[in-house]
């Protein structure tokens, strides 16, 4: 069973420009979520859709947004990029919303912002 | 106070020791428990997963939950070069996951 794919793996961007990253969860998990990852900060939560809709939402800017398609797949797409969005983005997947099942992730995307 | 402290190490032991990495979490409406498992360049791999007090094994790895102390432990037996790696343990409540900043493995062959 193929896992979480994301893309692409590297991106290299500056600073205003806007970036839209991809997800493909696992095959039949409805749930994908997406994460931060940075060395200070650690794995931080954006947000979550569940059935095309977002179920849960961090706390990081407007400028942060996503959307998820009928066949599960999620985009992810930051608008006027700063420095201080250099990060890995993580994409995870699980059957359903609500944490009682576990999450998957991906292998991520690095963005860095020049 | 962030929902899971986790010591960031690093950590560096001898290969065949036994491997203690440990977090603590502040609130008391916990659901589930995980430890993922993080090589460089790559995502989180998931190890555990664990709703109950108590000892949960799998192969070298057990993992413990003591709800009354708030304390969460990954013991790894038998340690090998391969599991040199970060570890990152979470929680979920509030039907969120929250996430420790990981310790860094390294095991010395």
């Known amino acids: 069973k193929a896992g979480v794919t994301q893309t692409p793996r590297y991106l290299i961007k500056t600073r205003g420009q806007q970036v839209t990253l991809s997800c493909s969860p696992i095959s039949g998990h409805r749930s994908v979520s997406w994460y931060q990852q940075t060395p200070g900060q650690g794995l931080q939560f954006l947000f979550e859709?569940?059935?095309?809709?977002?179920?849960n939402k961090g706390n990081f800017p407007g400028r942060f947004s996503g959307r998820q398609f009928s066949n599960s797949r999620s985009e992810m797409n930051v608008s006027t990029l700063e420095l201080g969005d250099s990060a890995l983005y993580l994409c995870?997947?699980?059957?359903?919303?609500?944490?009682?099942?576990?999450?998957?992730f991906g292998d991520g995307t690095r963005l860095s912002i020049l | 106070q962030k929902e899971v402290e986790q010591d960031p190490g690093p950590l560096s032991v001898p290969e065949g020791a036994i491997v203690s990495l440990n977090c603590t979490y502040s609130n008391s409406a916990f659901q589930y428990f995980m430890w993922y498992r993080q090589y460089s360049r790559k995502g989180p791999e998931l190890l555990m997963y664990t709703y109950s007090s108590g000892n949960k094994e799998d192969g070298r790895f057990t993992a413990q939950v003591d709800k009354s102390s708030k304390y969460i432990s990954l013991f790894i037996r038998d340690s090998q070069p391969s599991d040199s790696a970060t570890y990152l343990c979470a929680r979920v409540g509030g039907n969120q996951f929250y996430f420790g900043t990981g310790t860094s493995l390294t095991v010395i062959p």
């Open positions: 859709y569940f059935s095309e809709t977002q179920r």
């Open positions: 995870a997947s699980s059957l359903g919303s609500g944490g009682n099942q576990p999450q998957h």
